[in-house]
C-alpha cells in the first residue's frame, strides 16, 4: 500500500474511532465519577487507582453544578457545600463546559460520554478520563449502598 493509501486508512479509522457528543448525551454526565487516568499533551499518562474524591454532576437543560465529595466505607458520600457552576454550549460541533466559582472561571470540552465513562480536553489539551463510580460498601452491614 502506497504513503497515500496508509494515510486515508489511518484517517477513516481515526474519525470511526471519535465518538461524537449527542445533545442527548449530557445526561448521562449526572451522578458520581471517578478519575481513572489523565493524559497530557506530550502523550504521558497518569494512571489514578485509588481515589479519595469523586466528582459529582447535577446538570439538567446544559446548566448545573459539579462537586467534589468524598466516599464513605458505608456505602454513602460525605458532601460539602462548596460547588463549581456549570454550562454547556455547542459550538463548532463541540460541547464545551464553562465552569465558574467565585475565584476562577475555565473550560473544558467534552470529548465523549457514555454511561461509564467521561472524557473531557482543557485549554492545555490534557484529557481527563473518568469511570463511573460505585459506592464502598466494605462494612457489609446488611444494608444497600446507596
Known amino acids: 500500500m502506497n504513503k497515500i493509501g496508509i494515510l486515508i486508512v489511518s484517517a477513516l479509522f481515526f474519525i470511526s474511532c471519535s ?31 485509588n481515589n479519595e474524591m469523586y466528582d459529582y454532576f447535577e446538570i439538567k437543560n446544559f446548566i448545573g453544578f459539579r462537586k467534589k465529595v468524598t466516599p464513605v466505607i458505608d456505602g454513602t458520600f460525605l458532601v460539602n ?9 455547542e459550538g463548532k460541533g463541540k460541547y464545551i463546559i464553562h465552569y465558574a466559582t467565585f475565584y476562577s472561571q475555565w473550560d473544558e470540552e467534552i ?13 492545555n489539551a490534557t484529557e481527563y478520563h473518568y469511570k463511573r463510580a460505585q459506592p464502598l460498601n466494605i462494612i457489609k452491614n446488611g444494608k444497600k449502598a446507596k
Open 19 to 49: 465518538r461524537k457528543v449527542d445533545p442527548a448525551d449530557i445526561d448521562k454526565m449526572n451522578g458520581y465519577w471517578e478519575i481513572e487516568k489523565v493524559v497530557f499533551a506530550n502523550g504521558k499518562v497518569k494512571e489514578y487507582k
Open 81 to 89: 457545600l462548596d460547588a463549581e457552576k456549570v454550562s454547556i454550549k
Open 111 to 123: 470529548v465523549s460520554v457514555s454511561a461509564d465513562e467521561i472524557v473531557l480536553k482543557n485549554e
